[in-house]
């Protein structure tokens, strides 16, 4: 199937069934809560995995991941569903659709915002930019959900630098919530030919300056991180759990790359308070959800207790 | 929802308290993994995107990929696997391609080859069958020590994986055997040297039982699934109008008393 013939398809197909919870404008109230739903390293699994994969098996799948999230939403209100990563390489999917029909799905799932993992990279920066193109033209109700990274230096490549913010802030009832991203070095993992035009600047000093911005400028109430860095390199390079000792300030952190299976976040101390940080495998296999209370001069209240998603 | 139950005069006292302290005030959490499990129906818009592409995938299935006249096949007991030695070729040339180094050693296991190639034309099913798991291969660094132990702990357990880029022999018998690596030219091994070795995620990850590939370092994981990368090869032999024939065999030499008291479990080397 040609482009346009694909795109002319997924366009009769898409129907307004949902409209996603964008930023709510208006006063700011008391205190205010956010759910945060994040996948990581999806890799073109579009389908559930098959049989003979172990204990994945059975397990993804996006038009379930849609079903999910529409409920979680109509539930729970303010929701942020973003992505950290690796949304590219894995099934045909990718190599016939190039990643294409990977951004219009998440697209038509609802997703506020992702970021770019080393795998997106795959088939260079000039197909990465027609994913994000595909995705951006499809005619959907939701919007065309951005990127975030701050640690590429995108000067060479103008198109992808247009397309990638430093940071973006997302406002809800009582709460404002920043957002920004860093990716893993590109040194044996991207071939050169493939990030050209794109430089890899070290996530720490990157983060720091924006995080700063995030908290004293733009005043939000929580700041969290995509981050396409691993969980743990055991102090080989820049990962998520040394991140907060780095860049202090940060609330969450929603990782990716090390394809980690975490069964919660793990809380790493900072020198403002405490970090989340959490990854839920890849794949799509899961869905994780991490709920946020903040308090503007009222007593803090944790939010609502656990419920059955399933349908 | 949690609610915190206060009269209001001292809920008065405590708001007039904490709110000295606002900015400072973290925020509360909690957290969990929901598996996205076969309980949650598809969504019905999505579904009608995929579907059509699902079935366009799956209509590929019968496509002709290249000629395999003679087939490629595991071999049966005491023969040579060669359609592991042709998937292990695979994997170093790919390796080679992705890293742009070149790769010395490539292993993968018997245990995940599920089809032989049959004679005559392949489709992209029977690769499909070949290789049904989502593994991807993944470059690590080995020394060329633990290329000698990683190919002695595969014949001990199965009479030696499927490799690419050396040969194994062992001699004696069962009871005083020697075992002999060196490259696939015939020149030594050096122990100390360090080299790139393509294998999967699986046996990196600790599957099969050859614990030493775990020792891997610097992995790069390149994304790219083992079927991905042999249907691609066998694209590339049809545009250049080769046939997939065998590899030689002769990677591995192991005396029949020897290949039963592997089988046995009754051999150490």
Redesign the interface.
């Known amino acids: 199937m040609d482009r346009r013939a694909f795109l002319a398809s997924l366009g009769t197909a898409a129907v307004a069934t949902q409209v996603p919870l964008r930023a709510a404008e208006g006063p700011a109230a008391a205190s205010g809560r956010i759910t945060l739903l994040h996948t990581n390293d999806t890799h073109s699994h579009i389908e559930p995995f098959g049989p003979g994969n172990g204990a994945i098996s059975g397990l993804g799948g996006m038009a379930r991941r849609a079903t999910l999230v529409r409920q979680l939403r109509q539930q729970l209100g303010p929701v942020l569903l973003l992505d950290a990563g690796d949304t590219f390489q894995g099934t045909p999917y990718f190599n016939r659709y190039k990643g294409r029909l990977d951004y219009q799905l998440m697209r038509m799932v609802g997703y506020d915002a992702g970021t770019l993992g080393n795998h997106d990279f795959d088939n260079g920066v000039g197909m990465l930019v027609e994913a994000m193109e595909a995705m951006e033209g499809l005619k959907h109700p939701n919007p065309p959900f951005p990127f975030v990274n701050c640690n590429f230096d995108c000067k060479g490549a103008p198109a992808l630098g247009k397309r990638i913010r430093p940071y973006l802030i997302r406002e809800f009832p009582g709460i404002r919530v920043g957002l920004t991203g860093v990716g893993v070095a590109f040194a044996g993992l991207v071939a050169p030919k493939n990030h050209e035009g794109v430089t890899w600047r070290d996530p720490y000093e990157s983060l720091n300056p924006i995080v700063k911005r995030l908290r004293e400028v733009e005043k939000v109430d929580l700041v969290v991180v995509l981050s396409h860095l691993g969980y743990n390199t055991n102090g080989s390079a820049p990962d998520d759990l040394h991140l907060p000792g780095q860049v202090p300030g940060i609330d969450a952190i929603i990782g990716g790359h090390s394809h980690t299976f975490l069964e919660t976040p793990t809380k790493v101390a900072q020198a403002q308070g405490e970090t989340l940080v959490f990854q839920v495998g890849f794949g799509g296999v899961n869905l994780g959800r991490m709920d946020f209370a903040v308090a503007r001069g009222a007593v803090r209240a944790a939010s609502g207790a656990a419920m059955p998603v399933l349908g | 929802?949690?609610?915190?139950q206060?009269k209001p005069s001292s809920?008065l006292l405590?708001?007039s308290l904490?709110?000295f302290n606002?900015v400072a005030?973290?925020?509360?959490?909690?957290?969990?993994?929901?598996?996205?499990?076969?309980?949650?129906?598809?969504?019905?818009?999505?579904?009608?995107?995929?579907a059509?592409?699902?079935a366009?995938?799956k209509a590929?299935f019968g496509l002709p990929l290249v000629g395999a006249p003679q087939g490629l096949f595991r071999g049966r007991r005491g023969e040579e696997n060669l359609l592991g030695y042709w998937v292990a070729d695979v994997m170093r040339k790919a390796a080679q391609g992705?890293?742009?180094a070149p790769v010395r050693f490539a292993i993968t296991n018997a245990g995940g080859l599920r089809a032989n190639l049959r004679p005559g034309q392949l489709k992209v099913a029977d690769i499909f069958e070949l290789m049904?798991?989502?593994n991807?291969m993944v470059v690590i660094e080995l020394t060329g020590a633990e290329i000698i132990q990683v190919v002695k702990e595969g014949l001990v357990r199965r009479g030696g994986e499927p490799c690419s880029g050396v040969l194994a022999k062992i001699e004696g018998t069962p009871e005083l055997a020697t075992l002999t690596v060196t490259w696939e030219d015939g020149s030594p091994i050096d122990p100390t040297a360090t080299v790139k070795v393509a294998t999967s995620d699986y046996l990196f990850g600790g599957g099969d039982s050859i614990p030493t590939l775990k020792q891997g370092r610097?992995p790069?994981?390149t994304?790219?699934?083992l079927r991905?990368m042999l249907l691609d090869e066998c694209a590339v032999m049809a545009k250049a109008k080769r046939d997939l024939l065998p590899p030689a065999p002769g990677r591995y030499t192991v005396p029949v008393p020897i290949q039963e008291a592997i089988r046995d479990k009754k051999f150490k080397l």
């Open positions: 929802m949690f609610t915190l206060l809920s405590l708001f904490l709110s606002l005030q973290p925020p509360s959490s909690r957290a969990e993994v929901i598996p996205i499990s076969g309980a949650i129906p598809d969504d019905a818009e999505i579904q009608k995107v995929i059509p592409l699902a366009e995938i590929t992705v890293i742009g049904p798991f989502e991807e610097k790069f994981t994304g790219i699934t991905q």
